[in-house]
């Protein structure tokens, strides 16, 4: 009875929306786990924990509106900064995700990644090939999980990949385009359209850099863990009423 509730809830929330104007692709970072743990008397960990299942709850509810690709930030480059005991439960929180064969079921939801992964333990890695491979045949939605991941970093990356090119002769330099960049990022979609942040910051942080550059933001205080579908449906109602020119006029 409850669940039925709730998708009636949800239901009401996604009539709400313009389906013709959605965000092809929205790129979330999931600030504010530690603090919402604080608040509570709970150990950061805690808070990534609790973040999670948002993460999976507002995907779903993503994917039954229509949202066609995701991408969340799960753990920077610069995270590696982090006390060893945080880095630790998150690479273990990571990894019960990606063992969680409920993950996403019942949903059209395709899971990737983005970043680094070659420093990742062999069993992440072995856990990520798994999930890749075993929601290959959805195609509702694309969920990227960017993890070990740095905008900068994926910019010098294709730069280098760009210049190898270029050395061995297959690649003329002065053809180098933004397509050029574009085609050697870890992501071969869309540029990001929108891109939420909540728990009151408002920078970047290395996110999706060379796909954000049209991007429109939506931030708001809420902290990750208590982000929920309304939350959601705000973000792209606001989206839709804004006036997207690209340059133009
Ligand atoms: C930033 O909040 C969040 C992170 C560095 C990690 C985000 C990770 C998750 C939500 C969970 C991992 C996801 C998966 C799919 C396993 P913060 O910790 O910096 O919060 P604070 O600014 O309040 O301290």
């Known amino acids: 009875m409850f669940k039925f509730l709730k998708r009636k809830k949800q239901a009401a929330f996604i009539n709400e929306v313009d389906q013709e104007n959605l965000p092809r692709h929205v790129g979330i970072i999931m600030d504010g786990n530690g ?3 604080k ?3 709970l150990p950061r960990s805690a808070g990534h924990r609790a973040g999670a299942a948002t993460l999976k709850k507002i995907t779903e509810f993503a994917s039954d509106m229509g949202i066609r690709y995701i991408t969340a930030y799960a753990f920077s480059t610069e995270n590696w900064k982090r006390p060893k005991a945080e880095i630790d439960a998150l690479m273990d929180l990571l990894l019960d995700y990606l063992k969680d064969k409920k993950l996403l079921e019942g949903n059209q939801v395709r899971l990737k990644f983005i970043g680094d992964r070659s420093v990742l333990t062999d069993e992440i890695k072995e856990q990520m090939e798994i999930a890749e491979e075993e929601s290959a045949g959805r195609d509702k939605t694309i969920l990227y ?3 070990n991941y740095g905008g900068q970093q994926e910019i010098t990356k294709a730069v280098r990949t760009i210049c190898q090119k270029a050395a061995a002769g297959q690649l ?3 053809g180098v385009t933004e397509q050029t960049i574009s085609e050697n ?3 071969e979609i869309p540029d990001v359209d929108l891109i939420i942040r909540p728990s ?3 920078r970047l942080s290395n996110f999706l850099l060379w796909q954000s550059a049209y991007s429109e933001f939506w931030f708001s205080n809420i902290n990750w863990p208590d982000f929920s579908e309304k939350d959601f449906t705000q973000a792209i109602l606001d989206y839709q009423n804004r006036n997207r020119r690209f340059g133009g006029i």
Request: hydrophobic share 40%; glycine share 16%; proline share 6%.
């Open 35 to 37: 603090r919402w743990a």
């Open 39 to 41: 608040s509570r008397g």
């Open 145 to 147: 999980l960017a993890i």
């Open 172 to 174: 003329d330099p002065g």
């Open 185 to 187: 990022l870890y992501t």
């Open 200 to 202: 009151g910051e408002f």
